[in-house]
């Protein structure tokens, strides 16, 4: 979500970052409302579209060193070869690709 946030603030508010710098001269700009309202409507868009995706926290490696991963609902995900598996409850075995829904990684 942050790289998100981070990307429209730099194409709509000309922010090169959201980091705190601890200086005025680079933690405080002066906008204009356009540019402030067109900023709001992406993120708004970017949270519609969120709700849609599955959004996947990185969790660490497994035993065979595979990355895992948890959705925002709280379930699992194993990335096997490249593609991302809903896992058992049991023993996080790969069940099935996710098809039809998209996904996002979280930093």
């Not at 680079?26 to 409507?41: G, M, N, R």
């Not at 497994?62 to 925002?72: A, H, N």
């Not at 809903?86 to 829904?101: H, L, Q, R």
Request: hydrophobic fraction near 35%; proline fraction near 2%; aromatic fraction near 10%.
């Amino acid at each position: 979500m942050k790289a998100i946030l981070e990307a429209i603030a730099k194409k709509h508010l000309d922010l090169n970052t959201l980091e705190t710098r601890s200086s005025d001269s680079l933690d405080f700009k002066e906008q204009a409302v356009w540019s402030i309202q067109e900023a709001l409507k992406q993120a708004f868009i970017a949270g519609q579209e969120a709700g849609e995706m599955l959004i996947l926290t990185y969790q660490g490696d497994d035993y065979w060193c595979r990355k895992m991963y948890t959705d925002q609902y709280g379930k699992n995900y194993v990335d096997t070869d490249g593609s991302i598996h809903t896992v058992t409850a049991i023993d996080g075995e790969p069940i099935a690709p996710i098809t039809g829904k998209q996904y996002f990684i979280e930093d």
